[in-house]
């Protein structure tokens, strides 16, 4: 049988991981990283759907402690959820390899904002690699956990979105592994446990570590220098690499494949080699900036090209040194709710109502388009419920009673529950009103089970964590469960109802999505 295989750079890292004996893989679905996760479960690995990514990061630590290899993928918003574990787990690093997937967005093709990881690993003191295709996506999956038990650190892979969805010929270098048989957890206590008396000699070591890798990179797999024929040289990582390649095949590149620690000594003595020598990077000029600080000199590029994902044209203009305006591409169609969707008519009805509507993150986000524009606000996972109450504390009581928060199932799983506590805890004077838009999956990232579902990564019966049960059991005065389809008139009738109560109201708008109903039927 061949070794060879056209894999995504998602597939590419579930193969490795199989392939590099994990024994857990954890995370949540969030575009572009979903299907690292979803092809693991396929291929064999045992893997799980977390309530969120801090949950994700804390079982994957735990699995690490124990002497395994574990996997916790998550999209580059999420680490910002698992920044809490992920800083201090490289104080206690781990025993078993732990590699962290972050899958930043450049563009924002499916996020809310264009945050840029590279800075987290170098805040979290945490070594980052990132791959240019899926081979190398494989390679440093396979290489990431090597890394991580010889260092006894967690390893971040940090790819992007065409790193992710592009498909390359990927060729497996290792034998499969069964896993680990040795697994158990060693007690520790001056390691392990994080007061600050145990914590402030930790950081110390973490810093040795990071001396370390720093010196080991100087010379590591991670990094490749090929020659020029020109006096122009190319400091570049990730997919950047591919484009500097076309824009300038004659240029001599230094390729990061290992972006922190940077080995600054090889980087110096690539600078030295040419006359001009430029950094060619998506995002935030992280490396640019780095090289700087260490006084080396290179070229950037203008701020224009900080924004969005670059391209073959964008980096011709940044080797040109043409900072020109950029063409502004052409719109698209807006994206729609699906027809048919339950949706809708929660929509229809807030907007009769004239109900000022802090939203959420999920495909309901597409009710602040037209025809509706009915959500108002989207901050981050789980601020709908939260940014309508302080709506509600502050506002003139008629405008208050029109404050209406509306959250998803899989959302109110992840972050909402949380702000339903606070909604009891720290109650507005008016009371408030939260619809949850239960449509039984986690529809934007492509229809993946959670909790609330019922069902687990491989859409197998599991427990199933009921909303209203929470509601109830927290304190709410009103809990309501409404089938929009069946009912439709009843959700303008209840919402009205609840918003002429100072009472504290959840309405679950209840109705399986037509799409996850159809890729049930077929499994």
């Known amino acids: 049988m061949t070794n060879k295989f056209l894999?995504?750079?998602?597939?590419?890292?579930?193969?490795?991981?199989?392939?590099?004996?994990?024994?857990?893989?954890?995370?949540?679905?969030?575009?572009?990283?979903?299907?690292?996760?979803?092809?693991?479960?396929?291929?064999?690995?045992?893997?799980?759907?977390?309530?969120?990514?801090?949950?994700?990061?804390?079982?994957?630590?735990?699995?690490?402690?124990?002497?395994?290899?574990?996997?916790?993928?998550?999209?580059?918003?999420?680490?910002?959820?698992?920044?809490?574990?992920?800083?201090?787990?490289?104080?206690?690093?781990?025993?078993?390899?732990?590699?962290?997937?972050?899958?930043?967005?450049?563009g924002m093709s499916s996020s809310q904002n264009e945050q840029d990881n590279r800075h987290l690993a170098e805040a979290a003191e945490i070594p980052m690699l990132e791959p240019s295709d899926s081979q190398e996506a494989y390679d440093f999956t396979v290489k990431g956990f090597e890394l991580s038990e010889k260092w006894k650190i967690p390893v971040l892979l940090r790819m992007t979105t065409r790193i992710c969805h592009s498909k390359t010929i990927v060729e497996k270098k290792i034998r499969p592994s069964k896993g680990y048989s040795n697994l158990k957890f060693v007690k520790d206590l001056r390691g392990k446990v994080m007061i600050p008396s145990n914590a402030r000699p930790a950081h110390l070591r973490l810093r040795e570590k990071i001396a370390e890798l720093a010196e080991f990179n100087e010379e590591s797999f991670f990094n490749k220098v090929e020659k020029g024929l020109i006096d122009t040289g190319i400091i570049t990582s990730g997919i950047s690499y591919q484009y500097a390649k076309e824009a300038e095949p004659d240029a001599g590149i230094l390729k990061l494949g290992m972006t922190y620690p940077l080995p600054f000594d090889k980087i110096r003595s690539f600078a030295g080699k040419y006359k001009r020598c430029i950094v060619i990077e998506e995002g935030d000029p992280y490396l640019f900036k780095s090289i700087m600080a260490a006084g080396i000199e290179v070229e950037g590029k203008h701020d224009i090209f900080r924004l969005g994902e670059l391209n073959l044209k964008?980096?011709?203009?940044?080797?040109?040194?043409?900072?020109?305006?950029?063409?502004?591409?052409?719109?698209?169609?807006?994206?729609?709710?699906?027809?048919?969707?339950?949706?809708?008519?929660?929509?229809?009805?807030?907007?009769?109502?004239?109900?000022?509507?802090?939203?959420?993150?999920?495909?309901?986000?597409?009710?602040?388009?037209?025809?509706?524009?009915?959500?108002?606000?989207?901050?981050?996972?789980?601020?709908?419920?939260?940014?309508?109450?302080?709506?509600?504390?502050?506002?003139p009581e008629e405008k208050a009673m029109k404050v209406v928060s509306v959250i998803g199932d899989s959302t109110f799983i992840h972050s909402g529950i949380t702000g339903l506590v606070d909604m009891v805890y720290n109650r507005p004077p008016t009371g408030h009103v939260v619809i949850i838009l239960d449509n039984n999956t986690t529809a934007m990232t492509g229809l993946q089970e959670h909790p609330g579902s019922g069902r687990d990564i491989m859409h197998n019966p599991s427990h199933q964590v009921k909303i209203e049960d929470i509601s109830r059991a927290i304190g709410i005065e009103n809990v309501d469960v409404v089938d929009m389809l069946k009912n439709p008139e009843e959700i303008e009738k209840i919402i009205t109802k609840r918003l002429s109560e100072k009472k504290t109201s959840v309405i679950i708008a209840r109705r399986p999505c037509v799409l996850s109903v159809k890729l049930k039927a077929k499994i």
């Not at 590099?20 to 969030?30: D, E, I, K, Q, R």
């Not at 109502?353 to 802090?358: E, F, I």
């Not at 108002?376 to 109450?389: E, P």
């Open 7 to 106: 894999l995504s750079g998602n597939e590419a890292v579930a193969e490795a991981s199989l392939d590099a004996g994990v024994s857990l893989g954890t995370g949540y679905p969030g575009t572009p990283s979903t299907e690292i996760l979803e092809h693991f479960a396929e291929i064999g690995g045992k893997a799980q759907w977390s309530p969120n990514e801090k949950v994700a990061l804390e079982v994957g630590v735990g699995a690490a402690y124990g002497k395994a290899r574990a996997i916790v993928t998550m999209k580059h918003v999420g680490l910002n959820v698992a920044a809490d574990p992920f800083f201090t787990a490289a104080y206690t690093g781990v025993d078993g390899g732990l590699v962290i997937v972050s899958a930043d967005d450049p």
């Open 314 to 395: 964008r980096v011709r203009k940044i080797l040109a040194g043409e900072n020109t305006s950029e063409e502004i591409p052409p719109c698209g169609k807006a994206p729609q709710l699906c027809p048919g969707c339950p949706h809708k008519t929660v929509y229809e009805a807030l907007k009769k109502l004239g109900c000022t509507v802090p939203g959420d993150i999920g495909c309901y986000s597409l009710g602040t388009l037209p025809p509706y524009e009915a959500m108002d606000t989207l901050l981050c996972m789980g601020a709908g419920i939260t940014v309508g109450l302080g709506l509600r504390h502050i506002l």
